[in-house]
């Protein structure tokens, strides 16, 4: 049963400001994840533990924020964009002051993967929000912004972190978060208004779990989702290992920490403006076998300058940022193929697409919490088994596409 918007709607504001709210909750979900990753190596120290444990507060919180994006959706659904939102801000704030004051690792662990769980709600009602307020042109222009956010706050985030960990100390990456998070929550309750129409029957058992089924049984969908999933594996490979190599192994500065992690991620945005240039003139799905190839390029670069004892941190950049630039086009083409071999209830689906995502790098990031021996071998190892397994998937994803396409013209 569908009924009229939500009783907490305020007057409709612009379309300008819509998007600058959302993109400020977007920046926020995506800075809590990973603003202090420079922090890492010194937590082993101050939480008198192992560096297995302090990775397990990212590869945890990265599967709470994945799994949680699965419901998230739903809940906006049966009760309102906008009270999601501001519940989940509530949280926010006061999970990430729970992360300052934890007093052990455990307490810090439980508190990440809570704030996992609450994260999750910007991005998914976010995109939802998006959908609800503007016609498909304006959707791209939008999404094209968002894609800008995604590239530029996990670039500036750790170089932020880095900062405040060397002059405030860790607790101020969190107590900053908790900042934005109120800010956050009070633009949204007086300027964001209402743009759901509430589904009464959106949180109905069987309807969640056929609405999954569906897509789950859809073999170009999944094929393209676990690319996906694997490509942001290898992201979070290097997010959660890298600061232990460049601080630890390298002897780079905390504070210099997060320059290295910006240049990787304007790899990124490079090799996504290049991809969205040529994507026009260039067969999508040559397009995506060049982004696979050097993805695992720069895969065993990395792998050669460790065991041949080349290792610099500008070598091991060079090496990531040429995995990311091939990220570039796999992002550009793999969703959209995934997307459009859904043709009902498409927003189940693009959930489950972010939830395979979050997933698949949390258990890469617990792979590599799991693997620590104290050198770079297993970032190294695990990203190119990563590499290796997106040219199996990129094999299956020509023959689901080719399974799919006779489909359609049977």
């Given at each position: 049963?569908?009924?009229?918007?939500?009783?907490?709607?305020?007057?409709d504001?612009?379309?300008?400001?819509?998007?600058?709210i959302?993109?400020?909750?977007?920046?926020?979900?995506?800075?809590?994840?990973?603003?202090?990753?420079?922090?890492l190596?010194?937590?082993?120290?101050?939480?008198?533990?192992?560096?297995?444990?302090?990775?397990?507060?990212?590869?945890?919180?990265?599967?709470?924020?994945?799994?949680?994006?699965?419901?998230?959706?739903?809940?906006?659904?049966r009760?309102?964009?906008?009270?999601?939102?501001?519940?989940?801000?509530f949280?926010?704030?006061?999970?990430?002051?729970a992360c300052?004051?934890?007093?052990?690792?455990?307490?810090?662990?439980?508190?990440?993967?809570?704030?996992?769980l609450a994260?999750?709600?910007e991005?998914?009602?976010?995109f939802?929000?998006?959908?609800?307020?503007?016609?498909?042109?304006?959707?791209?222009?939008?999404l094209?912004?968002?894609?800008?956010?995604?590239a530029?706050?996990p670039?500036?985030?750790?170089?932020?972190?880095?900062?405040?960990?060397?002059?405030?100390?860790?607790?101020?990456?969190?107590?900053?978060?908790?900042?934005?998070?109120?800010?956050?929550?009070?633009v949204?309750?007086?300027?964001?208004?209402?743009?759901?129409?509430?589904?009464?029957?959106?949180?109905?058992?069987?309807?969640?779990?056929?609405?999954?089924?569906?897509?789950?049984?859809?073999?170009?969908?999944?094929?393209?989702?676990?690319?996906?999933?694997?490509?942001?594996?290898?992201?979070?490979?290097?997010?959660?290992g890298?600061?232990?190599?460049?601080?630890?192994?390298?002897d780079?500065?905390?504070?210099h920490y997060?320059?290295y992690?910006?240049?990787?991620?304007?790899?990124?945005?490079?090799?996504?403006?290049?991809?969205?240039?040529?994507?026009?003139?260039?067969?999508?799905?040559?397009?995506?076998?060049?982004?696979?190839?050097?993805?695992?390029?720069?895969?065993?670069?990395?792998?050669?300058?460790?065991?041949?004892?080349?290792?610099?941190?500008?070598?091991?950049?060079?090496?990531?940022?040429?995995?990311?630039?091939?990220?570039?086009?796999?992002?550009?083409v793999?969703?959209?193929?995934?997307?459009?071999?859904?043709?009902?209830?498409?927003?189940?689906?693009?959930?489950l697409?972010?939830?395979?995502?979050?997933?698949?790098?949390?258990?890469?990031?617990?792979?590599?919490?799991?693997?620590?021996?104290?050198?770079?071998?297993?970032?190294?190892?695990?990203?190119?088994f990563?590499?290796?397994?997106?040219?199996?998937?990129l094999?299956?994803?020509?023959?689901?596409?080719?399974?799919?396409?006779?489909?359609?013209?049977?």
């Open positions: 049963m569908i009924t009229n918007k939500a009783q907490l709607d305020k007057p504001t612009s379309k300008n400001v819509v998007v600058a959302l993109v400020m909750a977007t920046a926020l979900s995506i800075m809590s994840t990973d603003m202090y990753a420079p922090s190596p010194d937590l082993t120290g101050y939480f008198d533990t192992n560096a297995t444990m302090v990775k397990l507060t990212i590869s945890l919180n990265l599967l709470a924020f994945g799994i949680a994006q699965l419901i998230h959706g739903p809940l906006s659904d009760f309102g964009r906008r009270p999601v939102l501001l519940v989940s801000l949280f926010v704030a006061v999970l990430c002051l300052a004051f934890a007093q052990s690792i455990e307490q810090l662990i439980v508190a990440r993967v809570l704030l996992g994260a999750a709600a991005a998914v009602v976010g939802a929000i998006i959908k609800d307020r503007f016609n498909e042109k304006e959707q791209v222009k939008v094209a912004l968002f894609g800008m956010v995604l530029i706050a670039a500036i985030a750790p170089i932020v972190g880095g900062y405040l960990h060397v002059h405030l100390g860790w607790q101020s990456n969190f107590f900053v978060l908790t900042g934005m998070a109120v800010l956050v929550w009070f949204i309750f007086f300027h964001l208004s209402e743009s759901a129409t509430i589904d009464q029957a959106a949180l109905q058992p069987a309807r969640l779990i056929s609405g999954y089924a569906l897509h789950i049984g859809n073999l170009e969908f999944m094929v393209h989702s676990a690319m996906c999933g694997v490509a942001m594996g290898l992201i979070f490979v290097f997010v959660t890298a600061p232990f190599v460049y601080i630890d192994m390298l780079v500065a905390v504070q997060g320059y992690q910006a240049l990787v991620v304007l790899a990124f945005f490079c090799g996504s403006l290049l991809a969205s240039s040529v994507s026009d003139r260039m067969d999508h799905g040559r397009l995506l076998i060049g982004g696979n190839l050097i993805i695992l390029m720069g895969a065993a670069m990395q792998v050669s300058f460790i065991a041949l004892d080349l290792l610099t941190p500008i070598r091991l950049t060079v090496a990531q940022a040429i995995m990311l630039f091939g990220m570039g086009p796999l992002f550009a793999a969703p959209s193929r995934a997307m459009r071999s859904v043709h009902q209830q498409t927003g189940s689906a693009s959930a697409l972010s939830g395979i995502e979050n997933s698949a790098a949390a258990v890469a990031a617990i792979m590599i919490s799991v693997m620590h021996d104290g050198t770079a071998y297993p970032m190294a190892w695990v990203s190119l990563l590499s290796a397994s997106l040219l199996l998937l094999y299956h994803s020509r023959r689901a596409t080719h399974i799919s396409n006779l489909r359609v013209d049977g």
